[in-house]
């Protein structure tokens, strides 16, 4: 087997500024551009063919197959065993040259490889990412509740967000960065060189306001070709609605709130209401 990582890390506005800024969305860095799981398959189809080109005549003898987060891989231990880097106590693979910010991809193949000997972990007695997760999901070194992970919430949840959570979720409307902004291994992260992980639709610096106004027809076409595509429209609304009820309370925050509290999702609706008592008085 063949690990690869592929850094991803965008230039973009400052991560902690836009998560201290409560108008603002925030959207993890990694899905700020086009959807990774295509364009590294596409990037390890080329090491394949290279492969192959090398091999020669022995290409028959080579059979492959893909992968990039697509199925139940364990991506992050096999590139621990790869010598790829080692695992954080954010349960995140972590290497001293890219920290953590950066996609893997696996060529499952045939080709008989020399084994790597795997990597000291170098996260000593530092515990920045625990102290650092909004929901505390990180319940011990090595261990995760990805029930109150803002990323699970935020992306794989398909129903309500429960409530004691909603407030800690604060303006983070796709995945978060929290665990990986406190790490030292990320302090002197180099921009990545893909064009293709740049900044689209100015997601770095969007408004809440701004993106709860988008159409179901506007986020189609904006999104399509991003990772925040797949958790479509209606999940779209449901979280952008629980950061403008973690927004500070303005007459735009609540007039986008009211403008669609008719909106045809049941879902779409208990999140209004619940962001709307946050603003204005109940009765």
Known sequence: MITARLNYWPDASDANENLAEGSRAYVSRYALGRDYHKLLRSRLQ???ERI???????????????FTDSAPV???ELATQGSIGWRGKNTLLLTREAGSAFFLGEIYTSLPLPPDRGLREHCGTCTACIQACPTAAIVAPYRLDARRCISY???????SIPEALRPLIGNRIYGCDDCQLSCPWNRRLSFTREQGFA??????????????????DEFRQRMAGSAIFRIGYERWLRNIAVALGNA???PEVVNALLSRRQDDSALVREHIEWALARHVPQN
Not at 153 to 159: V, W
């Open 153 to 159: 919430l935020t992306i794989e949840l398909a129903g």
């Open 46 to 48: 080329k090491l394949v």
């Open 74 to 76: 364990a991506e992050v």
């Open 52 to 66: 192959e080109t090398e091999l020669g005549s022995d290409a028959k003898k080579f059979d492959f197959r893909v």
């Open 199 to 216: 900044v689209r639709n100015g997601l770095d610096q969007a408004t809440l306001v701004d993106l709860f106004a988008w159409s179901a």
């Open 248 to 250: 500070p309370t303005m």
